[in-house]
């Protein structure tokens, strides 16, 4: 992406202006007292420096996000009114407007939905990292029909990405886990070619594993990918797990699920078992590669986190994360919730509030809502 992000700067005065903001607000929720409460409230304070300089410069300003994936329809589980509650309790005068995903419009990318958008706005800004994966109406048709720019944390994220790609310092780590192999081998490969190591852990480290020849037991794993995990190991900078924390495949696990203890194994696992965690020699060997980088990219937890019995692996991988000089990164909600959960988010250098667009800006080098940005006529 060589040309920069419209900014708003080149507006001048924004008094008396009516300013539409796509904020992502797909913020986590849960019921407290027979009412959804936004329970992480990052993405919301993330776009309140900007909401607070345009209502400061006299503009009139309403948001719009999608929340959940209604699909086109409306779902009262969907409405966003906690965090719309949550939006006022932070900074009063802005208004959100409901559910975008509450139109089909919005996913079909509809140019008369987008223009019902913008009807009755001067300008429009993108402060919606997190959504500029998605070509759906309120990214792609507002750039094209009023004057639009580029939310200060939008191009901050994707600055640093981008900056990060282009001339890391070296040795360059990426730590990428997660459940799915499915999901994460495109980024994986890209990483493998631009990272001096990559570091594989959580549910998709399985896959990696069967490559190598282990036994895996009844792990999350993807037949369909072993060959493309094995060329990845051959290339020789993946590091994977040599041992995980596991539990009888019949036993519950997640949060307040069980009591079982976990099993220790490795690295290969018995039938009838499943590793949910990595373990201790992974741990050392991880933080010691992590101690050795002078940035690091980090994306996806190494095990069930959000269940104690494996919240070791991730937590020990966030204290080493947190521990380096290095400048690190660090992008997708379950990665960001274990920082939280640790309380680390203060000790890296940069939290990516977008999980899919930070992934996919690292993999493709742009993203649709950004280029609506660049390409749009009235730059
Ligand atoms: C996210 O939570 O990653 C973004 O808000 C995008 O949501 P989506 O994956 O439902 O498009
Ligand atoms: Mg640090």
């Known amino acids: 992406m060589s040309q920069a992000l419209p900014s708003y700067d080149r507006w001048g005065s924004l008094k008396g202006k009516r300013i539409l903001v796509r904020v992502d607000f797909n913020a986590p929720v849960a019921e407290v007292r027979g009412r959804l409460e936004v329970t992480d409230d990052f993405r919301i304070r993330a776009a309140l420096p900007l909401l607070e300089e345009l209502l400061s410069r006299g503009a009139t300003v309403v948001a719009c996000t999608h929340f959940g994936r209604p699909h086109g329809q409306v779902v009262e589980e969907y409405r966003v009114e906690p965090v719309r509650r949550r939006l006022n309790e932070l900074c009063r005068d802005v208004e959100l407007m409901e559910n975008l995903r509450f139109n089909p419009g919005e996913e079909a990318d509809d140019p ?32 094209t029909l009023i004057p639009s720019a580029a939310g200060p944390n939008l191009a901050r994220e994707t600055s640093t990405i981008l900056g990060l790609l282009e001339s890391p310092a070296r040795p360059f780590v990426a730590i990428i886990g997660g459940a799915k192999v499915a999901d994460k081998l495109a980024i994986t490969k890209v990483l493998c070619a631009k990272a001096d190591t990559v570091i594989v852990g959580g549910g998709m480290a399985y896959t990696f594993q069967a490559a190598l020849g282990h036994s895996v037991g009844s792990s999350l794993f993807d037949a369909s990918y072993v060959e493309q995990c094995a060329q990845l190991l ?44 990595i373990g201790p020699a992974s741990v050392e060997q991880f933080a010691d590669v992590i101690a050795g980088a002078a940035t690091i990219l980090w994306n996806g937890p190494m095990g069930v986190f959000e269940d104690e019995r494996f919240s070791s692996g991730t937590e020990a991988v966030a204290r080493a994360v947190a521990a380096s000089e290095a400048v690190s990164v660090v992008g997708g909600g379950d990665s960001v919730a274990a920082l939280q959960t640790f309380g680390l988010e203060g000790d890296v250098s940069f939290v990516s509030t977008g999980g899919g667009a930070s992934l996919e800006l690292v993999e493709l080098g742009d993203l649709p809502g950004l280029k609506a940005l660049r390409e749009s006529p009235f730059n």
């Open 112 to 143: 008369t939905f987008g223009a019902s958008l913008v009807e009755g706005f001067d300008y429009y800004v993108n402060e919606a990292f997190g959504a500029s994966h998605r070509a759906h109406a309120s990214i792609m048709v507002p750039p």
């Open 234 to 277: 051959a290339a020789g900078n993946v590091v994977i797990p040599s041992d995980a924390w596991g539990l009888p495949s019949t036993s519950p696990f997640g949060a307040n699920a069980g009591s079982e203890p976990a099993t220790l194994f490795g690295p290969d696992i018995p039938d009838g078992f499943a590793g949910l965690d």
